[in-house]
């Protein structure tokens, strides 16, 4: 079993940045491949980016490529996403998540799922 806790999200202008944090506890973190994923009022869940275990692969959306990093740090447990140049179109509920199978980019298909952090982009 895998717990997971997301931080970081608020309101901030259209432009600016955040960084969301999602701290985990459970079994060991680096067998997980990592993933970001929001969901809009009215809207489908989405990928927003995927981590492999040590961290050598990365795949983003792409609507948020060029503005969103993804990173982990294994020695603490914790998977970062860096939003840049935020647009209000990125309003929405950030959520966490980990995957004990194979790095498969894209994918929805996740085992562990936080509760989610509020991000809302003013413009």
């Known amino acids: 079993q895998v717990q997971l806790v997301e931080s970081g999200g608020g309101l901030v202008q259209a432009g600016g940045s955040l960084r969301l944090s999602c701290a985990t506890s459970?079994?060991?973190?680096?067998?997980?491949?990592m993933g970001w994923f929001r969901q809009a009022p009215g809207k489908e869940r989405e990928f927003v980016a995927a981590?492999?275990?040590?961290?050598?692969?990365?795949d983003y959306a792409d609507s948020v490529k060029g503005r969103f990093t993804i990173s982990r740090d294994n020695a603490k447990n914790t998977v970062y996403l860096q939003m840049n140049s935020l647009k209000p179109e990125d309003t929405a509920v950030y959520y966490c998540?980990?995957?004990?199978?194979?790095?498969?980019?894209?994918?929805?298909?996740?085992?562990?799922w936080g509760q989610g952090t509020q991000v809302t982009v003013s413009s």
């Open positions: 998540a980990a995957r004990s199978g194979p790095y498969s980019g894209s994918s929805l298909s996740y085992d562990y």
């Open positions: 459970g079994r060991t973190f680096s067998g997980y491949v």
């Open positions: 981590i492999s275990r040590i961290g050598g692969r990365t």
